[in-house]
């Protein structure tokens, strides 16, 4: 009898799933051991520590999470669109987990500053990548007159953290399409009104 294969297991990607459910506090060396199926000594010698792993794993987010999502406002067509696919990509679900960048945030005051220095210089490049588009989207007349790319920028970023949050509590993919709707609605400019004034008989 062949015996089928062991199932290779990515260290980082066994780690990143652990850290993400459950946090950086409450995830043990004991449990990281376990979900990554390699010895102590391995993580020691390769990583140095539970908080250097914690750091390649927030790197490997990076890269493997956060800057895809991020793709939509990188592209050539710059504007509100853009924007809206970026927040549209938060849609709720019941296997939600927000982002791990925004979730780590929560526990700063635990988190080395080689950790929380990572997750600030992602929310830097989104702040300028969403700050690039609602310029773009100003240029081209789709905000309204009383909307400033700066404060977009801003009630982009408070949405898209409160969401990562808030969908672990709503797993429900209509709450999101409604907030958002109602968040793009403000965006937008003020239709026009066709109404003529009342004339005298």
Same mark, same amino acid.
């Given at each position: 009898?062949?015996?089928?294969?062991? *199932?290779?297991?990515?260290?980082?990607?066994? +780690?990143?799933?652990?850290?993400?459910?459950?946090?950086?506090?409450?995830?043990?060396?004991?449990?990281?051991?376990?979900?990554?199926?390699?010895?102590?000594?391995?993580?020691?010698? *390769?990583?140095?520590?539970?908080?250097?792993?914690? @750091? +390649?794993?927030?790197?490997?987010?990076?890269?493997? @999470?956060?800057?895809?999502?991020? +793709?939509?406002?990188?592209?050539?067509?710059?504007?509100?669109?853009?924007?809206?696919?970026?927040?549209?990509?938060?849609?709720?679900?019941?296997?939600?987990?927000?982002? =791990?960048?925004?979730?780590?945030?929560?526990?700063?005051?635990?988190?080395?500053? #080689?950790?929380?220095?990572?997750?600030?210089?992602?929310?830097? @490049?989104?702040?300028?990548?969403?700050?690039?588009?609602?310029?773009?989207?100003?240029?081209?007349? @789709? =905000?309204?007159?009383? !909307?400033?790319?700066?404060?977009?920028?801003?009630?982009?970023?408070?949405? !898209?953290? $409160?969401?990562? =949050?808030?969908?672990?509590?709503?797993?429900?993919? #209509?709450?999101?399409?409604?907030?958002?709707?109602? =968040?793009?609605? $403000?965006?937008?400019?003020?239709?026009?009104?066709? *109404?003529?004034?009342?004339? !005298?008989?």
């Amino acid at each position: 009898m062949i015996s089928s294969p062991a *199932t290779s297991v990515d260290p980082i990607s066994a +780690a990143m799933s652990l850290f993400w459910e459950r946090g950086y506090v409450a995830t043990s060396l004991s449990d990281l051991l376990a979900r990554m199926k390699v010895s102590r000594k391995r993580i020691y010698s *390769t990583y140095g520590s539970k908080e250097a792993l914690f @750091q +390649a794993v927030l790197q490997a987010y990076v890269q493997r @999470q956060a800057v895809p999502r991020m +793709a939509c406002l990188m592209g050539p067509e710059r504007g509100l669109a853009a924007v809206e696919a970026y927040l549209r990509s938060w849609s709720f679900s019941p296997d939600f987990r927000g982002c =791990l960048l925004w979730n780590s945030v929560a526990e700063k005051e635990n988190l080395s500053p #080689e950790a929380n220095a990572i997750v600030q210089a992602y929310f830097e @490049q989104l702040k300028a990548a969403l700050h690039e588009n609602f310029v773009a989207a100003k240029n081209r007349g @789709q =905000l309204s007159n009383e !909307a400033t790319p700066q404060d977009l920028t801003h009630l982009a970023l408070n949405t !898209a953290m $409160g969401m990562s =949050l808030m969908g672990k509590l709503v797993p429900d993919a #209509e709450a999101s399409e409604r907030l958002l709707n109602l =968040l793009l609605a $403000g965006m937008r400019p003020k239709r026009s009104s066709n *109404t003529h004034p009342a004339t !005298a008989c």
